[in-house]
Nanobody
Framework: VQLQASGGGLVQAGGSLRLSCARS????????MGWFRQAPGKEREFVAA????????YYLDSLKGRFTISRDNAKNTVYLQMNSLNPEDTAVYYC??????????????????WGKGTQVTVSS
């Protein structure tokens, strides 16, 4: 499995970015894809995840309403729309794959594959 993330960059506070993660390799009907992020000096944290089978989504509570995860199964791609960005959202964002059904936010030790991160920087 390979994950190619894109869409990061520099944005002013209040702006928006859309991250994409294209997946290649083996897929299963009951797996999930998601996003984590790691800010400087902080541990990596769960951001959002989506089931491939039925599109059920899960979010870090503090991000609900600003971030939206979606997927295009035909393209094996997952997206993260990020709105109303603020400097606290500055981090490296990682795409991830979890084999098996998820029932809530995912811990990083449950991830089976990681993509290389994409930097998101929000200026004040």
């Amino acid at each position: 499995v390979q994950l190619q993330a894109s869409g990061g960059g520099l944005v002013q506070a209040g702006g928006s970015l859309r991250l994409s993660c294209a997946r290649s390799g083996r897929t299963f009907s009951n797996d999930a894809m998601g996003w984590f992020r790691q800010a400087p000096g902080k541990e990596r944290e769960f951001v959002a995840a989506i089931r491939k089978s039925d599109g059920t989504t899960y979010y870090l509570d503090s991000l609900k309403g600003r971030f939206t995860i979606s997927r295009d199964n035909a393209k094996n791609t997952v997206y993260l729309q990020m709105n109303s960005l603020n400097p606290e959202d500055t981090a490296v964002y990682y795409c991830a794959v979890r084999y098996g059904t998820i029932y809530g936010p995912v811990e990083d030790y449950d991830i089976d594959y990681w993509g290389k991160g994409t930097q998101v920087t929000v200026s004040s």
